[in-house]
């Protein structure tokens, strides 16, 4: 059963920093590329990191230089540290693999980040 579970979610005033985590089950977690994600109130939920197996990353133009994505396959876990947050980045962030989006449509609960001016 496909499980993932976001946390590290919060309220942080801009230019602070947080570090989000999230946990996955279910999916031979070392193949896929994991992407976070992030939708915030009357938009459109939308790619804003992504790691493959192999530690390549890519992001999003609106977070290039302020977030970093990272895994550690041993734990199943991805992680995205986020740094000089400014109020735009407020969202619920989601972290997912396109195998999983594809086939079964399933997401988590996702995180709340909120960042205050």
């Known amino acids: 059963q496909v499980q993932l579970v976001e946390s590290g979610g919060g309220l942080v005033q801009a230019g602070g920093s947080l570090r989000l985590s999230c946990v996955a089950s279910g999916i031979i977690f070392r193949l896929n590329v994991m992407g976070w994600y992030r939708q915030a109130p009357g938009e459109q939920r939308e790619l804003v990191a992504s790691i493959t197996s192999g530690g390549l990353t890519d992001y999003a133009d609106s977070v290039k230089g302020r977030f970093t994505i990272s895994r550690d396959n041993a734990k199943n876990t991805v992680y995205l540290q986020m740094n000089t947050l400014k109020p735009e980045d407020t969202a619920v962030y989601y972290c997912?693999?396109?195998?999983?989006?594809?086939?079964?449509?399933?997401w988590g609960q996702g995180t709340q980040v909120t960042v205050s001016s």
């Open positions: 997912n693999t396109l195998s999983i989006i594809r086939s079964l449509g399933y």
